[in-house]
């Protein structure tokens, strides 16, 4: 149990419409981070956040974006989805000076058909 | 891409200790060595990390060699919940880039 909690589960959307995934981190993390983990590969690095900040983003288009908010809460949208973002999406939560020993959910595994 | 290179698969009898391999040739002075494991259907988990020196806690032994070119993460007494899937990591918090995830070795505990 990390006490990081994910919603939903699961969802299946089509192409090119928009999604919100969410994420509630352990109070007092103040940062967290979103991964993408495609079928039999490790999870790949979206983007982080700090004190609502975006401080660090991968190799993903603009049209993956996300919030942080003050109640530890979080958000990952993805606009005009694409067949190949169908994956299981990370949240990970952490605390100041804990390095990237990383808290993770359980993930979202989207589906685009 | 991952920095890494770990074996696809390892077996490892329950009770034993479990001895998984990393090798990190272009690790540089500023980089920590972090393992992290998946267990199915659930998100990574943090085992442990170290920077030169070899570490212990209640999870894991993880020994990095002198020249911090491979590292052996240990668990010394598998369990089959041990099996899952081990990802080791160079880590630097000198760039925006934050943990890039190799494929990992699945680890299979047997009875």
């Known amino acids: 149990e990390t006490g990081v909690t994910q919603s939903p589960t699961h969802l299946i959307k089509t192409r090119g419409q928009q999604v919100t995934l969410r994420c509630s981190s352990q109070s007092g993390h103040n940062t967290v981070s979103w991964y993408q983990q495609a079928l039999g590969q490790g999870p790949q690095f979206i983007f982080q956040y700090y004190r609502e900040e975006e401080n660090g983003r991968g190799n993903f288009p603009p049209r993956f974006s996300g919030l942080q908010f003050p109640n530890y809460s979080s958000e990952l949208n993805v606009n005009a989805l694409e067949l190949d973002d169908s994956a299981l999406y990370l949240c990970?939560?952490?605390?100041?000076?804990?390095?990237?020993?990383?808290?993770f959910g359980s993930g979202t595994q989207l589906s685009v058909l | 891409d991952a920095k890494t290179t770990q074996p696809t698969s390892m077996d490892c009898a329950e009770g034993r200790a479990a001895n998984l391999p990393c090798n990190h040739s272009?690790?540089?002075?500023?980089?920590?060595v972090y393992w992290y494991r998946q267990i199915h259907s659930q998100g990574p988990q943090y085992i442990i990390h170290g920077l030169k020196n070899n570490e212990t806690n209640e999870m894991a032994s993880l020994i990095i060699t002198e020249d911090r070119k491979s590292s052996t993460l240990i668990l010394p007494h598998a369990t089959l919940r041990d099996t899952a899937v081990y990802y080791c990591?160079?880590?630097?918090?000198?760039?925006?880039?934050?943990?890039?995830f190799g494929q990992g070795t699945r680890l299979t505990i047997n009875p």
């Open positions: 990591i160079d880590y630097s918090d000198q760039g925006a880039q934050k943990l890039v």
């Open positions: 272009t690790i540089s002075g500023n980089e920590y």
């Open positions: 990970a939560s952490s605390g100041d000076l804990m390095g990237e020993k990383l808290f």
